[in-house]
């Protein structure tokens, strides 16, 4: 299955408020596994000196990637597909 990464800007966001996001997004894209639209979260990268969040998520397309993150109200600046090297 194809990954994506989404690009965000968020100037001035604390560590809760990033924990609290990435559960947002994991729980999100569990409920929309679970109504037959696969979309996995896999990891995050917050570049503190950028405000700048870089997260990957598994998933048939870009629009289920952005439908999940619109759901869950988490801002993003773009969404492209990747490649997770990952070993």
């Given at each position: 299955?194809?990954?994506?990464?989404?690009?965000?800007?968020l100037p001035g966001v604390t560590n809760e408020?990033?924990?609290?996001?990435?559960?947002?997004a994991i729980a999100t894209g569990q409920k929309?596994?679970?109504?037959?639209?696969?979309?996995?979260?896999?990891?995050?990268?917050?570049?503190?000196?950028?405000?700048?969040?870089?997260?990957?998520?598994?998933?048939?397309?870009?629009?289920?990637?952005?439908?999940?993150?619109?759901?869950?109200?988490?801002?993003?600046?773009?969404?492209?597909?990747?490649?997770d090297l990952t070993p």
């Amino acid at each position: 299955m194809p990954v994506f990464m989404v690009d965000r800007s968020l100037p001035g966001v604390t560590n809760e408020q990033l924990g609290a996001a990435q559960q947002a997004a994991i729980a999100t894209g569990q409920k929309f596994t679970k109504q037959g639209k696969p979309v996995r979260y896999i990891r995050s990268t917050f570049i503190p000196s950028e405000s700048r969040c870089m997260c990957l998520f598994e998933a048939a397309s870009a629009d289920l990637v952005r439908q999940v993150n619109q759901e869950a109200k988490i801002p993003f600046t773009r969404i492209v597909e990747a490649q997770d090297l990952t070993p």
